[in-house]
Nanobody, 115 residues
Framework: QVQLAESGGGLVQSGGSLRLSCAASGRTTSNYDMGWFRQAPGKDREFVARITRNGGSTYYADSVKGRFTISRDNVKNTVYLQMSSLKPEDTAVYYC????????WGRGTQVTVSN
């Protein structure tokens, strides 16, 4: 079992930055690819970014490419999402996901970007 807890969300003005964290407990996250997803009101949950187990490869949705950066610290069992140049359309609940022999989700953290 892996428990994931997101933090770092909040209210920010358009053009601002936030860094989300996803702290894992239970099994070590080094056995899992880690990802960030988001869900805006009335919309489906969508992929944002993913990082492989050793951090060697990263993948991004086109909508965030060049603005968001995913990273991980396997010693701290934590994954980060650095978000810059935020736009109102980035407003959503952001979820962390661990993918290995099972998939685990966190409960999410709200990000609100105002005009």
């Amino acid at each position: 079992q892996v428990q994931l807890a997101e933090s770092g969300g909040g209210l920010v003005q358009s053009g601002g930055s936030l860094r989300l964290s996803c702290a894992a407990s239970g099994r070590t996250t080094s056995n899992y690819d880690m990802g960030w997803f988001r869900q805006a009101p009335g919309k489906d949950r969508e992929f944002v970014a993913r990082i492989t187990r050793n951090g060697g490869s990263t993948y991004y949705a086109d909508s965030v490419k060049g603005r968001f950066t995913i990273s991980r610290d396997n010693v701290k069992n934590t994954v980060y999402l650095q978000m810059s140049s935020l736009k109102p359309e980035d407003t959503a609940v952001y979820y962390c996901r661990a993918d290995g022999w099972a998939t685990y989700w966190g409960r999410g953290t709200q990000v609100t970007v105002s005009n």
